[in-house]
Structures are given as structure tokens and as C-alpha cells.
């Protein structure tokens, strides 16, 4: 156990030892990200497997999203997992300024995401692909024998508004999460010895990422060619 | 855990360009027609790139044989969500029991 | 080794550790948490309960004459949603596992003590709104809310008590992750996993179901939602969809659920076993296999629950055999028990009592579980009676014989107060006896034909119908006793020892109650569990040097 006055008065009365609460936390948070992939896995499941149904409606269906947007934005979201990762190796040096500077990059490149995608949604409002009483569908690809069905291609939207909808509430509390570790790292809360909560919402950053790398190309990527 | 053994700047810097290349990649694949290994390859990309960040970013690489094996659990369960799902459905036609819609459509 | 005892009885304990609302209401320390859930968790098992008492009084008579069948299914459906998701999914591991965890594997607290009071706040957010949705005048969905009737078609107050139960969800996982990281990461020195108490095992499976199946019938919930609210038809053929597939996503997390019931009762046996014969349970290492690899096999099967309900014949085969694999491991721990008993010293106290009728109900339920799981039986009796008596015979035969047998079992621990020994036992046996008459009638029921859900029925069935509803007012005696002798014994009850029963286990050899934390020092284990030799397993060294030839 650390002599040190900030890492003594870190460390919780029920645990043991410094080391048992990091332990705890960093398998604690693994463990909330198991409940997480469960979570995404049902809606990839229902995903793919009405895919695997509907092939032409769906493909049909995803031209309608903007390749350009969706590559910027994951960009824009590989960035902000490189930015958090920054602000893990600053906690771990002890740089306080450094860390400051990379946990307000991530939440800079989060909210430049959640822009990015609103301005995707405010597009397919204005197209009427927002399913409600409102929804009309045309098939614009071009070379195909017959146009898709617009209910078929309809459930495709409604995948889509769930699964973004679902990842952008995960990107709202992660950013929310970043802005209270600002504002504790500007007052200076976390040192060399304690700084368990940088890793441990880094992981769930990270996690969020990891579902938007597998989101892009199957919302957007397959059967555009 | 990730303190005992860092993993250098100039990982992070690779592991993160090699994302940005993989990402643009993929965007280039979607375009060119393999047939049926268009889903193969785009998934492909996308687990090479979840490796990447499970990995080294999310220091999985130097973590304890536990945190291995929660990841490995949780992506186990999953498929065999899919798999039995998938058993059920794709079987479920053969049969050709009268009066059953069409599953599969346009 | 002049090691000194664990224990020293003082007049300070966790109950007199802080008086007043606040103390308990904001506590964080596990054992009062505990006691929260027992108390919300009792009163929701009443109200099920009479719910419950209202189906048995209706069936009294095979004319619909109490009830419309309107307001009939509202009271099947709400009975199956307070008792399976409001009792006994969360109950054994909240109130047992929270008390006894820590304290077992020698630890001051939970991992995460303020997420474990946080988990209580939120189940009771989510049984508030399943309350709301029944004071508003309930839903008829059935507790399985199969699509489309819950999605598009029942006009009942659907929406909140499905918000309800993802609410409680979140809780559920609260708990399960909070053990899974404490009993990883907070064991005491010399407590290898070989040395667990069996308890602890189970509810080490317990978790690791509840972390994987809860969030996906929380997604599934939130998809009905978007169904039935935003008309996101993500189950509606009309778009392409297929209502099977919510079948497949809830019985994903149901079928498991039901072994987040089971087990954590299966480690209360284990316990009330060992302690009442002062044996060793036979077979240690394999009731702790068989515990994981229920959690495992328990995903693997959830498809014989959907045989008839348009499922593919090729997947219903692959879950039929599947299905007998379950069967295994649980075999394996109904014969480790039995064999538990030869040549141990048996007390008939009241928590053997529950151990012995364990045992009995769970071979029934359990070897009829088998017959359902058999895909060319299912057919014949799906959705009849016969499946309402297998899944109480479990559910009820295990899981709340469970329940009951810990509580009289660790009650003198909980409170530090004996109950009165005499009154318990009648209780025991009425439980028992009531439970039976209930139940084994409607086996027959089911198996002449008789269909689940319906408020009347043909003649020929009353004579066993009276029987089952004379069975549930003993039942109902029963389940009345205990309330009043365990409050009586709050007040008027003898003293508890330390360790009343003789029994071997770190939560024998520290106060009854407790202290605030548990233990005056951390204990180093020295011996497995269940040491009936030895006498104890935990010592407080009393040099450096010890401590570190353990």
C-alpha cells in the first residue's frame, strides 16, 4: 500500500488493499461490458437475420444512407478511442494538463459524432424514411429487375433508428460521464497513484466504439456495390 | 492492471492509423463486387479492426487471463444466440407445411 | 498453531450499529440491505400470493362464477409477473446472497456496497411501476408477453409493467455483478475457490446467468416497446417480421431464469444439508461443476419451450436433446445430497425438515421436466396443466422450499434470535403437505387434457380441482404461521448463539448477529469447507509468522 496521503484516503474501508479496488473496479466495468454485448447482440441478431431474409429490401434500403457521413463518423469515433486511450497514459504519468487536454478532445469528438449523426437523422426525416404514418420508400438503386417492397425495406429503418438511436444514448452518457471526469481532473482528483475512473469509463468508451466499427458496415457498407 | 505493463506511444500512434487505413479499406471494398464474399470481407474488416481496439487499447493484450476470458464468454454466448436462432429459421420451410407464409421475401 | 477463535460476543452489532430511517435507508452495509429485501420482497410474495388465492377460488367450481375471464387473465398474468420477477428471481440471492456472501468467504462487505443499495432503489422503482400497471387495472398478456397480442393487440396496461421488469432487470444485474467481482477478487487469505462453501458456488453461477440473459430480454423488452409506442414493428410480419423471434430472445433469458431460481436454492441445500447431518456434502468438487455447468447447459435448451409454437421440427429435436443434458447435473447434486446423509448425524430441526421435502419435490419436478423437455410428449401436453404443476414443483417445490428452509436456518444468525421450534415444524409440514395437495392434482389435470389459462372447465375435472384448491388453503395456513412466529420471535424469542445448529462455516464462528464488519479482523482459512472434523475453518492468527505459513 502506498504511503501517500491521495492514495491512502482513495482506498474504500472494505477493501484490503489498494490493489483489490483497482482489481474490483477493472472487473467490475468488464463485467458491465459483458451485460453490453448481450445488449447490442440482440438487436445484431434480429439485424442479420432479417438481412439474411430480405437481402434486396435491405440493400435497398441502405442506399439511402450517406457512405461519406457514415465514413466521417467513424473516423471521427477512432479518434475519439485514440484521444481516450491518450488521456489513460496521461492519468498513468500523472499529467495532470495532458489529461485535461485528452478527456476534452473526447468529449469534443463525441459531441462532433452526436452532431454529425443528428444531421443524418434531421436528412432521412426530411426524406420520409422516418417510419410513423409519414413513411414512403423508393428504390433508387438502379439495374435491379423489380423495386423492393417498401414494408420490407420499412423494417430495415426500423433497425436502423434503433441501433443508432441505442448507441447514440450510450454516446450521450459517455460524454457525460467525460464531463464529470473533467471537471474532477481540473481539481486536480486524480494523481499517479488514483486514477481507477480514466481506464475504467476509457473501457466503456472503447466498448461503445467497438459497436459502431461493427454498425457501419452493416448498415451502411453491405450490398453497395 | 494496464500500469504494470504500458504499451509505448508508438503502438497507440500504428494501432490508430492502421484503424483509419482498415476503415478507408473497407469503404473501398463496398464498392468492388466479390460475390458472395462481399458480407465476408466487410465483417472481416470489422473484426480485424474490434481486435485492434480490444487489444491494444483496450490493453486486453497484458490484462489477466481473467478479462480473456470474460471477452471470449460473452462473444460465446452471443453465438450461440445466432447459431440456434439461425438453426430454427433457416430450417424451418423444409418441411413445406401448408398454409405458412413465405419467410423469405423481397 | 495458538491461533485465537474467531469469535467474541459483544453487545454491538450490525442491528444496533445506528438507529432510525436514515440508518437503514442510506445503510451500505450488506446485511441491512439484506434485511430491505426481505421485508419488500416478503410483502410482494403475499400479494402474488393473493392473486394466487383468487385462481384457486375460481376454480373452485367449473362454471366461471367468481371472475369474467376478462379480469381472470389479468389475475394469472399478474400473479406470474409479481412472483416470478418480483420474488423469485430476485429474492434468495438478494436477501441470502447479499448476508451470507461476504461473510463466507470472509469479507468486510460487498465490492460495490453503495451499487448494492443503488440495486434495491431500482428494484423497487421497477416494482412500483409493475404495481402501478396492476392498480390501474392490470394486463392480461400472460408473464410471458408473447407477440403480437402483447405488442398490438391487448389493450391492458402493458407498457409499464414491461418497464417495470427492465427496471428490475437493471437490479438483477446490479447484484450479479457486485458477487461475480467480490467473491473474484475478496476471498479471504486461505479461502482457494475448492474451499467455497457450496452457497457461494451456486450463487457464482447464479450471476454469471443473470449477466448474460438479463440484457437480452431487456433489449427484447425495449423492442416490444418500440412496437407497441413509437410502432417501431420489429416483430410484425407485415414488415417482414417474425413474432417467433421474440419467443427465441425472451425464452433466451427465461429458460436460464429459471435456473437463477434454482441454484441459488440448490446452494441453500447444500448448506442446510451439510449442517444439519455435520457431514461433508459427498462429492464436493462435483456439486461445484455442476453448478456452472447447469449456468452453461441452461442456455443451450431454451427452444423446448417453443415445440408448438411454429418453431422448425429440426431446431425442436436439437433442443429436445440438449434439453436431457440439463438433466445431469442435476442429478448428479439430488444424489450428492442423499448421499450426504449416510452416516451423518441428522437433527430433524425445521430447516432439515425443508432440506428432506427439497429433495422430494425436486425429484418430482425435475423428472417431469424431463418428460416435457421430450419433444413427442411436449406436443400432447403443452400449455396444460401438467405444465403448470412441473414448473410449481419446481419453482415453489425448489425454489421456495429454499427460501424457507434459509430462512429458518440463518434466521437465529439474521437476528440473533431463535423462533419457536414447535410451531416451525408444524408450518414445515404444512407447507409441505398443502403443497402436494395443491400441485400433484393438477399432474392429473394436465395430463387428462386439461388446458392452462381458462377461468371454467367440463364437470368431470371438479373433483380435482377442490382438491388442488384445498390443498392451497393449507398451503396458505402454512405460509401464514411463519409470519407470526418470526415476528414473535423478534421480540420474545430466545437468544442465539453463535452457532446454534453445531454447524461448520466462517458464519458460524463470528457473533450472532454480526458486527458492522463481520469480522473483528480479517480471518485466515485454514480448512475446507464443511470440516466437520476440524470443527471450524477460519482463524485470526495471532502472530505475522502464522499468517504466513497459512
Redesign the interface.
Known sequence: MSDSTGATTRLAHWYRSYEEQTESVTLGIWLFLVTEVMFFGGLFMAYTLYRSLNPEAFAAASHHLSIFLGTVNTAVLIGSSFTVVMAVWSAERGKQKSLVFWLGATIVLGLAFLGIKANEYAHKWHEGLVPGPDFVFHDTREGVHAAADPNRARMFFHLYFGMTGLHALHMIIGIGVFLTLMVNAIRGKYTRQWHDPIPVAGLYWHFVDLVWIFLFPLLYLIGRH | ???KQ?IG?PT?FAV?AA??VL??L??WV????FGVY??VI??G??VI??TL??LF???VIHSTP??KL??V???F??L???A?????????D??NLPGR?P???? | MSSAALHTQSDTNYLNDGFGIRSWLLTTDHKRIAILYLITNTLFFFMGSVMAALIRIELLTPEGDLVQPDMYNRLFTMHGVIMVFLFLIPTIPAVFGNFLIPIMIGAKDLAFPRLNLGSWYVFNVGAALIFYSIFKGGLDTGWTFYVPFSSTYSATNVMTAAVGIFIAGFASIMTGLNFLVTIHRMRAPGMTWFRMPLFVWAHYATSIIILLGTPVVAVTILMVGAERVLHLGIFDPAYGGDPILFQHLFWFYSHPAVYIMVLPAMGIQSELVAGMCRNRVFGYRAVCYASVAIAVLGFLVWGHHMYTTGQSPYAGTIFSFLTMLVAVPSAVKTFNWTATLYRGSISWETPMIYAAAFIGLFIIGGTTGVMLGTLGIDVHVHDTYFVVAHFHYVMVGVTMMGFMGGLHYWWPKITGRMYDAFWSKISALLIFVGFNLTFFPQFLLGYMGMPRRYHAYPEQWQTLNVLSTAGASVLGIGFVLPAIYFLWSLKKGKKAEANPWGAVGLEWEISSPPISHNFEETPVVINEAYDYQAGHVGVIPSTEKEADLV
Open positions: 492492471m494496464s500500469t504500458p506511444l497507440y490508430f484503424l483509419l476503415t478507408g473497407t469503404v463496398a464498392f468492388q463486387d462481399n458480407n466487410a465483417l474488416i470489422a479492426k474490434s481496439v480490444v487499447f483496450m490493453h481473467l478479462t470474460i471477452l464468454t460473452a462473444v454466448f452471443f450461440i444466440l445466432v440456434f436462432v439461425y438453426a430454427d429459421v433457416w430450417t424451418r423444409m418441411l407464409p419467410l423469405i421475401g423481397g
